[in-house]
């Protein structure tokens, strides 16, 4: 077998030691600032990151680095309190390796969730962004190197990387809690410094509607492997340029407390009508 199959059973087996063999349905990445979604799970089980074989160790300040598994309106989930990141120094094998352990749960569907900055001049700060598409322009993407055909073709399609139906769910749940609910493109920058004005004036001109340093290579992984995937963006600040401010990651970790109950809801809503 090879060497990447043997982490993604080994980490599967793990998990699956500490938490049972119940099926879990939703796996869900949580962005910066909105772990506590986690803290909503019934009869839930943590596991920190460093005790999961092969996994990185998140070192971002609010992110808990763990998992956590659980029942959310009658689903079985398992969240991610906090992901790996390209500018922590990880390969983006190692950023997408915890998608490619809930593929080896047997997880199809995923929620992948972010703090952002807003481009689109009408977004607001505290705005909750449906993904419909992304932008990548950084020459590193997760599936470089060898092909795995028990995961996925060589050569596939990201023409649907947000699954439509679930992007529907989405709008109707926002709908039926009064929420106006954004939707916009999504640029992938490496980061960790924030982006330029410059950059931030080019993105708009590319389509970008918000900014961010993740999401982008979860979503590749997992289309990789035909999960159906919705994607949430928190604009947690406005882009470079746009207000005469700094950028600080007080800004997005305050704003992201300041959504969380409205974040809650809307998840929580999409959760009871997800289609698994």
């Not at 980490?11 to 049972?20: H, Q």
């Not at 207000?243 to 997005?252: G, M």
Request: include cysteine.
């Amino acid at each position: 077998m090879d060497r990447l199959l043997d982490k993604m059973q080994e980490a599967a087996m793990y998990i699956t030691s500490r938490i049972g063999s119940q099926p879990l349905q939703i796996g869900m990445v949580l962005g910066s600032g909105l772990g506590d979604l986690a803290e909503e799970l019934s009869d839930s089980v943590a596991i920190s990151y460093k005790d999961i074989p092969h996994f990185p160790v998140s070192t971002v300040f609010g992110h808990k680095g763990r998992l956590v598994a659980g029942t959310l309106e009658g689903k079985r989930v398992l969240c991610m309190q906090g992901r790996f990141h390209y500018y922590e120094g990880y390969g983006m094998d190692q950023v997408v390796f915890p998608i490619q352990v809930m593929h080896a749960l047997g997880i199809g569907h995923l929620l992948v969730t972010n703090a952002a900055g807003g481009v689109n001049i009408t977004f607001r700060t505290g705005d909750l962004m449906l993904i419909t598409d992304h932008i990548r322009l950084i020459a590193d993407n997760p599936m470089r190197g060898p092909n795995y055909e028990s995961l996925g073709e060589r050569f596939f399609d990201m023409s649907h990387a947000y699954d439509p139906e679930l992007s529907d769910i989405a709008r109707r749940a926002a709908t039926g809690l009064d929420m106006h609910l954004q939707e916009g493109v999504y640029m992938f920058f490496a980061g960790p410094s924030f982006e330029t004005p410059a950059e931030i004036r080019a993105a708009r001109i590319l389509g970008a509607d918000a900014v961010g340093m993740s999401t982008v290579p979860e979503a590749i992984a997992a289309s990789h492997m035909h999960m159906r995937v919705l994607g949430i963006s928190c604009i947690t600040n406005m882009a470079a340029g746009i207000l005469a401010q700094k950028l600080t990651h007080t800004e997005v970790m305050e704003t992201g407390e300041q959504v969380k109950e409205s974040f809650t809801a809307l998840v929580r809503a999409i959760t009871r009508e997800w289609p698994v």
